[in-house]
T-cell receptor
Framework: DTGVSQNPRHKITKRGQNVTFRCDPI?????LYWYRQTLGQGPEFLTY????????KSRLLSDRFSAERPKGSFSTLEIQRTEQGDSAMYLC??????????????FGPGTRLTVT | AQSVAQPEDQVNVAEGNPLTVKCTYS??????LFWYVQYPNRGLQFLLK??????LVKGSYGFEAEFNKSQTSFHLKKPSALVSDSALYFC?????????????FGTGTRLQVFP
């Protein structure tokens, strides 16, 4: 399967702990996005990368959140000092986006985070 | 600011009947519109997009969407619903500010197809 993959699929952690999620995009895709989805809502944008450069961060992304894409391939999203409000599904997507175009984003299965 | 609205939380339809899932948008500039479907505990699957061109866009699994500029709508349609179409459907618009192509999603519409 050559789709977007995310690990782990589920994570349960205690409040105050740090967690890290990984996303492997479709191999030839240059853009990678992170979204967060809470129950009953649509996904909300967090941040995105073009190759290894982080181009935009949402105001939703507090200083406890950090994302990297060190070699322009896989990406990690880390949450420090987790809070119960961080409980959500974290979705990763990738796209092949060229200048002047808008291409569909392909989503991974998500990582469901539960903070107890 | 760009936004989309999905006015129906749930749509119920009998198998074999046509279905419509509604979406309206608000954008500055040309709209880039998308439909995604989400099955339980799964990520989102791309169905179709409107960038430019024909107002009727055909997508995956027999779905199509009609772009209507005067009504600022992008409704999802299928001529004959299947029970397996039961899922959560999201309309999205590309933000388009600057060079970003982040998506702004609606709140979703749950489609229930009854046998």
């Amino acid at each position: 399967d050559t789709g977007v993959s995310q690990n782990p699929r589920h994570k349960i952690t205690k409040r105050g702990q740090n967690v890290t999620f990984r996303c492997d995009p479709i191999s030839e895709h240059n853009r990678l996005y992170w979204y967060r989805q809470t129950l009953g809502q649509g996904p909300e944008f967090l941040t995105y990368f073009q190759n290894e450069a982080q181009l935009e961060k949402s105001r939703l992304l507090s200083d406890r959140f950090s994302a990297e894409r060190p070699k322009g391939s896989f990406s990690t999203l880390e949450i420090q000092r987790t809070e119960q409000g961080d409980s959500a599904m974290y979705l990763c997507a990738s796209s092949l986006t060229l200048a002047g175009g808008s291409y569909e984003q392909y989503f991974g299965p998500g990582t469901r985070l539960t903070v107890t | 600011a760009q936004s989309v609205a999905q006015p129906e939380d749930q749509v119920n339809v009998a198998e074999g009947n046509p279905l419509t899932v509604k979406c309206t948008y608000s954008v500055s500039g040309n709209p880039y519109l998308f439909w995604y479907v989400q099955y339980p505990n799964r990520g989102l699957q791309f169905l179709l997009k409107y960038i430019t061109g024909d107002n009727l866009v055909k997508g995956s699994y027999g779905f199509e969407a009609e772009f209507n500029k005067s009504q600022t709508s992008f409704h999802l349609k299928k001529p004959s619903a299947l029970v397996s179409d039961s899922a959560l459907y999201f309309c999205a618009v590309r933000d388009g500010q600057g060079n970003t192509d982040k998506l702004i999603f609606g709140t979703g519409t749950r489609l229930q197809v009854f046998p």
